[in-house]
T-cell receptor, first 112, second 117 residues
Framework: KQEVTQIPAALSVPEGENLVLNCSFTDSAIYNLQWFRQDPGKGLTSLLLIQSSQREQTSGRLNASLDKSSGRSTLYIAASQPGDSATYLCAVVTDSWGKLQFGAGTQVVVTP | GAVVSQHPSWVICKSGTSVKIECRSLDFQATTMFWYRQFPKQSLMLMATSNEGSKATYEQGVEKDKFLINHASLTLSTLTVTSAHPEDSSFYIC?????????????FGPGTRLTVT
């Protein structure tokens, strides 16, 4: 059974520092991996989608890498801002219907 | 583009009553929609996969007679919580996969907060 783990569970950094969020999964047979952001009491915002054949994706200050063989993905957020404070979730697609298996998330606080 | 809406955004109901939550894809067609629930400070747990025109597929441990899912069109899926009880109080979120290509990217609705008193 696929298990998705995110470390650390919580992270607090001063503004301007780079953020590194880790995600690991036990079964490398995934279709793709997605990173999401969730603000308190809100739905999810898709940040990056990495197909299983890709090794990384970039969007602005965000960069996500994927190493399928080792079952790991890392989300980098450069030059963090207070507005980056949120919970970040990674999820893997495990079947052809697109079923997502989520990690527990990393709660990020960026202090001014 | 790729906007998913949910209605209502929050609802309070009495124990024993039923509540319907709508999930709509506003600017794309979604052959598949998913329903999740999220308890406070926990991650999302998939409840069921909803395919247009066919019966929903429920995850293990989810009571299909309690959580009725209907996917009547390519833009609308509904979740009805029947005979709701306080333990059904949760944050319910839907997502939809656009009917284009094979990217499987999912777009999420803003969620519905259900409180059962």
């Amino acid at each position: 059974k696929q298990e998705v783990t995110q470390i650390p569970a919580a992270l607090s950094v001063p503004e301007g520092e780079n953020l590194v969020l880790n995600c690991s999964f036990t079964d490398s047979a995934i279709y793709n991996l997605q990173w999401f952001r969730q603000d308190p009491g809100k739905g999810l915002t898709s940040l990056l989608l990495i197909q299983s054949s890709q090794r990384e994706q970039t969007s602005g200050r965000l960069n996500a890498s994927l190493d399928k063989s080792s079952g790991r993905s890392t989300l980098y957020i450069a030059a963090s801002q207070p507005g980056d404070s949120a919970t970040y979730l990674c999820a893997v697609v495990t079947d052809s219907w697109g079923k997502l298996q989520f990690g527990a998330g990393t709660q990020v606080v960026v202090t001014p | 583009g790729a906007v998913v809406s949910q209605h209502p955004s929050w609802v309070i109901c009495k124990s024993g009553t039923s509540v319907k939550i709508e999930c709509r894809s506003l600017d794309f067609q979604a052959t598949t929609m998913f329903w999740y629930r999220q308890f406070p400070k926990q991650s999302l747990m998939l409840m069921a996969t909803s395919n247009e025109g066919s019966k929903a597929t429920y995850e293990q441990g989810v009571e299909k007679d309690k959580f009725l899912i209907n996917h009547a069109s390519l833009t609308l899926s509904t979740l009805t919580v029947t005979s709701a009880h306080p333990e059904d109080s949760s944050f319910y979120i839907c997502s939809a996969t656009p009917q284009r290509g094979a990217s499987y990217e999912q777009y999420f609705g803003p969620g519905t907060r259900l409180t059962v008193t």
